[in-house]
């Protein structure tokens, strides 16, 4: 069983930015595919970022070019790096490991309002 615990989360004015971490209980964290995902009330959970265990990253179209994953395997730390964020980017947002088998975290609320 791998725990993901996501932190980072909170409240932000449109154009700012926040960085998500998430932290993943595994001795084996560099051999997962870890993405991003988010959900906002009322919508289906949707993909924001992705990246795959060898380093490569996918987007989201409404995240592209605000928005970069990158991953730290010393730390078994996911992040998210979110710039240039928008009141529709407000949801809660959740960690994904997967290796054949897929776990999520709990998830981190970031709401973007003037």
């Known amino acids: 069983q791998v725990q993901l615990v996501e932190s980072g989360g909170g409240s932000v004015q449109p154009g700012g930015s926040l960085r998500l971490s998430c932290v993943a209980s595994?001795?084996?964290?560099?051999?997962?595919?870890l993405k991003w995902y988010r959900q906002a009330p009322g919508h289906q959970r949707e993909l924001v970022a992705g990246i795959s265990s060898g380093g490569a990253t996918n987007y989201g179209d409404s995240v592209k070019g605000r928005f970069t994953i990158s991953r730290d395997n010393a730390k078994n730390t996911v992040y998210l790096q979110m710039n240039s964020l928008r009141p529709e980017d407000t949801a809660v947002y959740y960690c994904?490991?997967?290796?054949?088998?897929?776990?999520w975290g709990k998830g981190t609320q970031v709401t973007v309002s003037s």
């Open positions: 994904n490991a997967d290796w054949g088998i897929s776990y």
């Open positions: 595994t001795t084996i964290f560099s051999q997962y595919a």
